[in-house]
């Protein structure tokens, strides 16, 4: 188990600042929402359990609307890539995902609850799975969620929240308004922030995203196992039989 935790473990940081999509974005003022809020600065995952907790580090805490959960400034969604096919569409925050695979696990957080949702990997729309627990660590979001330990790759995301969408995500618009989430044109990405080490805002302007980290697929594991221990199995028998005749 232990080997299995110190696999499973991942941690990556993201730059202080950057919490404006591609620069331009101009947050809403009703409710006033500080880009510290929604600032991306750092992510863990680990096994914990029987699945795995995700530690979200944020700029700063905010509970505009009220939450129970004791912040509501933000949506946050982790997008998991486990190494067998997935969805290449970052659900509805109009990104799509850069190199080979997609997502078998979207995770998505506010104050007021979560979901968790499985990617079929031969397509299809994704199923609900049991709903992640949430609790704030100073400026941390610690989660807990049914995902299989293992090691993945990750998108990660921070967009604004709104009671008033049907998914709790706020879209930008090019129309100012106090309660608007302003872009400088039709369409942009959703979130106003995104996980990347290098600080890259290409994401903003391209609509791609790559996912940080590396995936090793836990079946993958399995069948090099099995594979092994047949050779194992057929050498034994070999020597046997060949002892035997001597």
């Known amino acids: 188990m232990l080997t299995l935790l110190t696999a499973a473990l991942a941690s990556f940081s993201d730059p202080a600042g950057d919490a404006r999509g591609d620069g331009g974005y101009i947050l809403p003022t009703r409710p006033a929402v500080s880009a510290e809020a929604l600032d991306l600065r750092g992510f863990q995952a680990r096994a914990g359990g029987s699945g795995m907790r995700f530690t979200v580090e944020l700029g700063r805490i905010e509970n505009p609307w009220g939450a129970p959960g004791g912040f509501s400034a933000g949506v946050t969604d982790i997008f998991v890539r486990t190494g067998v096919g997935g969805a290449r569409?970052?659900?509805g925050l109009r990104l799509n995902v850069s190199g080979s695979g997609g997502w078998g696990y979207h995770l998505r957080v506010t104050g007021f609850g979560g979901t968790l949702r499985?990617?079929?990997?031969a397509g299809g729309e994704?199923?609900?799975?049991a709903a992640p627990t949430v609790r704030v660590e100073g400026t941390n979001l610690v989660i807990d969620a049914a995902i299989p330990p293992g090691q993945y790759a990750y998108w990660v995301t921070s967009s604004v929240y709104s009671p008033f969408t049907p998914d709790g995500v706020l879209r930008p618009v090019t129309v100012p308004g106090p309660a608007s989430l302003q872009a400088g044109r039709e369409g942009a990405p959703v979130p106003v922030d995104v996980l990347l080490p290098s600080g890259d805002a290409s994401p903003f302007t391209v609509g791609l995203l790559a996912p940080v980290g590396s995936t090793r697929?836990?079946?993958?594991?399995?069948?090099?196992?099995?594979g092994a221990f047949g050779l194992l199995t057929v050498l034994l028998a070999t020597v046997a039989v060949w002892r035997r005749r001597g």
């Open 89 to 91: 569409t970052l659900d």
């Open 118 to 121: 499985a990617a079929p990997e």
């Open 126 to 129: 994704p199923t609900p799975l």
């Open 217 to 226: 697929d836990p079946r993958t594991l399995l069948l090099l196992g099995l």
